[in-house]
């Protein structure tokens, strides 16, 4: 039985399948593919961030799977959503539709209240950025950008973890645009202005948003994972209806 494919780009932390513990069990209906962006790797070395590399592995997800299909949906968490939306402008027939989970999109909101706050407040972190310790950023990046304390570095990788989070580039230097004729759900936590900005924004330009409760990760609640569930079976049978 041929299976749509659904792409999951994460975020910052947890990457693959972790990333996704709502949305495992798509994968009994869904071809589910819980990619690792640019660097993240269980055992190697994190590398710096590369927002080209990172869209090519989104499109490589969404090519021929060998049966003659290509193309599915994607749904991405924070800087994920940078990769998939950077994949859906240069392959918008491969892209089905697009969930952006608080998506880190800050380029595309750069002259925004919120969004230029919260780059006013984070620049200086990241001009230093390769002049500090991997865990004195991590503590100081959480500090600035969530209610929370920084997370320890006893293990190996909670320590690449802290490595991965200060080798990625910040948002604002995404080359984003808008992507033309995608189906978007945008699905945010309602805690941040920064993030309720970016949701905004993409509202104005035709995405569908939803908030639901979770914080940072509202995918992981209930409600959000049915938003995510629900958006992609809506847009797969108005898709299906219109090729018959």
């Known amino acids: ?16 399948a972790a990333a996704w513990p709502k949305q495992h069990g798509m994968a009994l209906n869904y071809d589910a593919l819980f990619l690792r962006r640019h660097g993240f790797d269980a055992v190697a070395e994190p590398l710096e961030s590369d927002f080209a590399a990172d869209a090519a592995i989104v499109l490589g997800a969404l090519a021929d799977d060998g049966r003659g299909a290509a193309g599915g949906h ?9 990769a998939a939306m950077m994949a859906a402008v240069e392959r918008p027939d491969l892209v089905q539709s697009l969930t952006l989970v ?13 969004t230029s706050a919260h780059r006013a407040l984070m620049q200086p972190l990241f001009d230093i950025r390769h002049e500090l310790g991997d865990e004195d950023f991590q503590r100081e990046y959480v500090r600035r950008a ?19 989070l200060r080798l990625q580039a910040p948002g604002w230097e995404a080359p984003l645009q808008i992507v033309p004729g995608v189906p978007t759900l945008v699905l945010t936590g309602g805690w941040e202005p920064l993030y309720e900005e970016i949701a905004g924004y993409l509202r104005e330009t035709g995405a569908l948003h939803r908030i639901a409760a979770g914080g940072h990760r509202p995918q992981d609640s209930a409600e959000g994972d049915h938003f995510v569930r ?15």
Do not use: N, W, Y
């Open 146 to 164: 969530f209610p929370a304390d920084a997370p320890g570095t006893a293990t190996p990788e909670a320590r690449r973890e802290a490595r991965r």
């Open 1 to 16: 039985m041929f299976k749509q494919r659904v792409v999951f780009v994460h975020g910052e932390g947890r990457f693959g």
């Open 230 to 244: 629900s958006f992609i079976a809506g847009v797969s049978r108005l898709q299906h209806a219109q090729a018959s």
């Open 102 to 114: 608080e998506p880190a999109c800050l380029s595309l909101t750069a002259e925004l209240p919120a």
């Open 74 to 82: 994607v749904v991405a968490h924070s800087h994920g959503a940078i």
